[in-house]
């Protein structure tokens, strides 16, 4: 059974120029997060693209990944799909790769109907023998499924042990959720570009799952909070706040523009459609770091 907690970074798939897969890129990508003190690693969320990477670029790189980490931290794989079978065959490569569970977007074929829904994850769990996580976010990328539900769902799967909440107010749903499923899950994890992390984390959040680029102060924020101490944990959050609010609008285009600052990869192309930063998003995103620059210095990696 995974034991996973703490900070699980999701993965962006990098691409050269031409829209290609950068193996190189996304394996720097990779180091630098187990560097940075990551509890785990996740390939592919909604943070990768997935749903612009083709059937034979998500096995591919899902093997890649899972060789790259080779067991240093737990790999998470993303298997979310339309149908049952593509959920099974990532799950199930994931599996393959070393992966200890497999995240699974609610897919919206099935909001009204939890008997199929239920079936789904049956069905995932079994074709990979691995823990299964549910991430239930809001539409249009998900479902947003009520509490209920999510909890009747992990008590119906067997395999079903963890939830990513990210429907708002998370906060208050990750409380409720952990009252309700009880011992039918091992975990409850926020998400949301880690926003919110520490109203989830005083709710009960055993971890939270952001994308990648500030991985170490999120390590360290999360490492306070553990500690007792509370205050450092806030510092850190709300100097990272503003940074995170321009992402939730940018996306993967902000993650992979401060990554290639840091060195880390040589193009910031995106696949996804969604707003690019002009010359006034950069030079504000030059403030931001700037302000940050004390704490997290581009020119010095982990890894």
Same mark, same amino acid.
Request: proline content about 5%; hydrophobic content about 50%.
């Given at each position: $059974?995974?034991?996973?907690?703490?900070?699980?970074?999701?993965?962006?798939?990098?691409?050269? %120029?031409?829209?290609?897969?950068?193996?190189?890129?996304?394996?720097?990508?990779?180091?630098?997060?187990?560097?940075?003190?990551?509890?785990?690693?996740?390939?592919?969320?909604?943070?990768?693209?997935?749903?612009?990477?083709?059937?034979?670029? #998500?096995?591919?790189?899902?093997?890649?990944?899972?060789?790259?980490?080779?067991?240093?931290?737990?790999?998470?794989?993303?298997?979310?799909?339309?149908?049952?079978?593509?959920?099974?065959?990532?799950?199930?490569?994931?599996?393959?790769?070393?992966?200890?569970?497999? $995240?699974?977007?609610?897919?919206?074929?099935?909001?009204?109907?939890?008997?199929?829904?239920?079936?789904?994850?049956?069905?995932?769990?079994?074709?990979? @023998?691995?823990?299964? $996580?549910?991430?239930?976010?809001?539409?249009?990328? %998900?479902?947003?499924?009520?509490?209920?539900?999510?909890?009747?769902?992990?008590?119906?799967?067997?395999?079903?042990?963890?939830?990513?909440?990210?429907?708002?107010?998370?906060?208050?749903r990750i409380t409720r959720l952990t009252?309700?499923?009880?011992?039918?899950?091992?975990?409850?994890?926020?998400?949301? @570009?880690?926003?919110?992390?520490?109203?989830?984390?005083? *709710?009960?959040?055993? @971890?939270? $799952?952001?994308a990648c680029e500030i991985t170490e102060?999120?390590?360290?924020?999360?490492? *306070?909070?553990?500690?007792?101490?509370?205050?450092?944990?806030?510092?850190?959050?709300?100097?990272?706040?503003?940074?995170?609010?321009?992402?939730?609008?940018?996306?993967?285009?902000?993650?992979?523009?401060?990554? #290639?600052? *840091?060195?880390?990869?040589?193009?910031?192309?995106?696949?996804?459609?969604?707003?690019?930063?002009?010359?006034?998003?950069?030079?504000?995103?030059?403030?931001?770091?700037?302000?940050?620059?004390?704490?997290?210095?581009?020119?010095?990696?982990?890894?």
């Amino acid at each position: $059974m995974a034991n996973l907690k703490g900070v699980l970074p999701i993965v962006p798939t990098i691409f050269t %120029g031409t829209g290609a897969i950068d193996e190189s890129g996304t394996r720097r990508v990779v180091d630098y997060i187990v560097a940075a003190g990551a509890q785990g690693v996740v390939f592919p969320g909604l943070a990768s693209e997935y749903d612009m990477l083709t059937r034979e670029e #998500r096995l591919h790189l899902t093997a890649r990944i899972g060789a790259w980490i080779d067991g240093r931290v737990p790999f998470v794989v993303g298997a979310s799909a339309a149908t049952a079978d593509d959920a099974v065959a990532y799950a199930a490569a994931g599996a393959a790769a070393g992966a200890a569970a497999a $995240m699974i977007l609610t897919p919206k074929a099935f909001a009204d109907d939890p008997h199929a829904m239920a079936d789904f994850f049956r069905a995932a769990h079994a074709g990979s @023998g691995i823990d299964i $996580m549910v991430q239930n976010a809001p539409a249009p990328m %998900g479902v947003g499924m009520s509490l209920d539900k999510v909890a009747e769902l992990a008590r119906a799967v067997d395999g079903v042990r963890f939830v990513k909440e990210e429907t708002p107010p998370s906060g208050q749903r990750i409380t409720r959720l952990t009252e309700l499923a009880g011992p039918a899950l091992d975990a409850v994890f926020g998400g949301a @570009g880690a926003r919110y992390v520490i109203d989830e984390l005083a *709710r009960g959040a055993q @971890g939270t $799952m952001p994308a990648c680029e500030i991985t170490e102060l999120h390590v360290a924020m999360l490492a *306070r909070y553990a500690e007792g101490d509370e205050k450092g944990a806030r510092d850190l959050f709300e100097r990272t706040l503003p940074l995170l609010s321009m992402q939730a609008v940018f996306r993967w285009r902000l993650t992979k523009e401060v990554l #290639r600052r *840091r060195g880390l990869i040589d193009d910031t192309f995106v696949r996804a459609p969604g707003a690019a930063l002009d010359r006034h998003d950069m030079a504000e995103l030059d403030a931001l770091l700037a302000r940050l620059a004390d704490i997290f210095p581009l020119d010095q990696v982990p890894g």
